[in-house]
């Protein structure tokens, strides 16, 4: 059974501070993403990578940047965080095809105050 | 750009009744096309995707290339059947698994 984690459910911030978010899947999946998903948007693709320290935008990359120097693990990091950064943050991962199926990881609600 | 259009943010019907959850995409080649489903406090899940032919849960869905349309259906919604559905398509300008997800429809299924 495939197992995407995520390391907050819940998490309170304050405006300017750094923000790390991790995500670790257990099926040797090459691919993994980062997205933010709010009522009325759907999903909106932040970062993905498609191997060890391979990285590439999405459609929403300004604000974040992304590390993956183990296969299992693709962390998300905000810089310095903002309000409009309030969102629900879901990772996922899958084989490298078109024709595959993304497994999520259960969200991380972040809340920047 | 490829695009996915879900026109409707909320879908109420009464239970047995049909339901027809409709998604619109722009692409005019061969689309991979999904559906994901997140009932309320789990994660997103798969649903169905256009390349299986299956049906799930009794919904199927099928590709209309003519009206570039992906819509989610079945015959007698269940109370259980509410959740947020998601249509996805899989960009195909790379084999990368990268989707482009529409803005989600949340069904409402009313006893």
């Known amino acids: 059974d495939v197992k995407v984690t995520q390391s907050s459910r819940y998490l309170v911030k304050r405006t300017g501070e750094k923000v790390f978010l991790e995500c670790v899947q257990d099926m040797d999946h090459e691919n993994m993403f980062w997205y933010r998903q709010d009522p009325g948007l759907g999903l909106r693709l932040i970062y993905f990578?498609?191997?060890?320290?391979?990285?590439e935008k999405g459609d929403i990359p300004e604000g974040y940047s992304v590390s993956r120097e183990k296969k299992e693990r693709f962390s998300l990091i905000l810089e310095s965080a903002s309000t409009n950064q309030t969102s629900m943050y879901l990772c996922?991962?899958?084989?490298?095809?078109?024709?595959?199926?993304?497994?999520f990881g259960p969200g991380t609600r972040l809340t920047v105050l | 750009a490829q695009r996915v259009t879900q026109p409707e943010k909320l879908l109420s019907v009464f239970k047995g009744a049909p339901v027809e959850l409709k998604c619109n995409y722009s692409?005019?080649?061969?689309?991979?096309l999904f559906w994901y489903v997140q009932y309320s406090r789990q994660r997103l899940q798969l649903l169905l995707r256009?390349?299986s032919r299956e049906s799930i849960k009794g919904f199927t869905a099928d590709l209309n290339k003519g009206e570039t349309s992906f819509h989610l259906k079945k015959p007698f919604a269940q109370e259980e059947d509410s959740a947020m559905y998601y249509c996805a398509l899989s960009e195909p300008t790379s084999n990368t698994g990268k989707l482009i997800f529409g803005q989600g429809t949340t069904l409402q299924v009313k006893p």
């Open positions: 256009h390349i």
């Open positions: 692409y005019s080649g061969s689309p991979e």
């Open positions: 996922a991962s899958s084989f490298w095809d078109r024709y595959r199926e993304q497994f």
């Open positions: 990578s498609y191997d060890v320290k391979m990285k």
